[in-house]
């Protein structure tokens, strides 16, 4: 479960965060239970993230929807 802090963090600040954990990793020499942890703390960030480009997606995808429905409804008028 996505902690309150991980909710407040921007999409910026999880995807940075998410990149040193991905590179600390590749890096390797981390014991068994550190490199669980630091897995662990990726999954979360990259929830986080999804949140924000799942958000992102549903924002545009209204914007277009609204557009459209704009240019039908002007459209329409200029036919009657």
């Given amino acids: 479960m996505t902690s309150k802090v991980d909710e407040a963090l921007s999409y910026e600040q999880a ?4 990149i040193e954990v991905v590179r600390r990793l590749e890096a390797g ?3 068994l239970e ?10 979360e960030l990259a929830k986080v993230c999804r949140r924000w480009l ?3 997606r549903a924002r545009l995808d209204a914007a277009l929807a609204e ?10 008028a200029e036919t009657e």
């Fill in 15 to 18: 995807r940075d965060e998410l």
């Fill in 29 to 31: 020499g981390t014991a």
């Fill in 34 to 43: 550190e490199s669980l942890a630091l897995w662990e703390r990726g999954e």
């Fill in 54 to 56: 799942e958000g992102a």
């Fill in 67 to 76: 557009e459209e429905e704009g240019e039908a409804a002007g459209q329409g």
